[in-house]
């Protein structure tokens, strides 16, 4: 399973302190909110690619584009991508039973995390 964020992130965005709280709990939320923007993106690339000065994607000597990598090696998942999977995150903690507010209707996800991922979508044919 790809985590778009890490414990840490989560934790920081919905402002968790208490060491008390359910990290299995949290954990499946991150799993899920993960899996969420995954399936919009549906296949799309949700990698920081390196680029050279002039904004130009930088790619390997088969064509492929050179991803942008932590200190450790680990691919960096683009600032939009984390963003919108930090709000599902958001939503699913805050809305645990219902979605009192009608943020998103049936088989959609809310507003907000679309319109970070909607620019970076490949369009599919159903």
């Known amino acids: ?36 923007v995954l ?34 090696g680990d691919r960096i998942v683009m600032y ?3 963003a919108a999977t930090l709000l599902m995150l958001g939503y699913l903690n805050r809305d645990r039973d219902t979605d009192e507010e009608k943020a998103f209707e049936m088989g959609f996800i809310p507003r907000p995390v679309t319109a970070l991922l909607y620019p970076l979508r490949t369009p599919t044919i159903a």
């Open 80 to 82: 939009e991508v984390k």
């Open 39 to 72: 399936n919009y993106l549906a296949g799309t690339n949700f990698y920081e690619v390196e680029v050279d000065i002039n904004n130009v994607p930088i790619l390997d000597t088969s064509g492929e584009p050179i991803y942008a990598e932590t200190s450790s």
């Open 1 to 36: 399973m790809i985590e778009l964020v890490t414990m840490e992130e989560a934790q920081a965005h919905l402002k968790i302190t208490n060491p008390d709280v359910d990290l299995l709990d949290l954990q499946l939320k991150i799993n899920a909110a993960s899996k969420v």
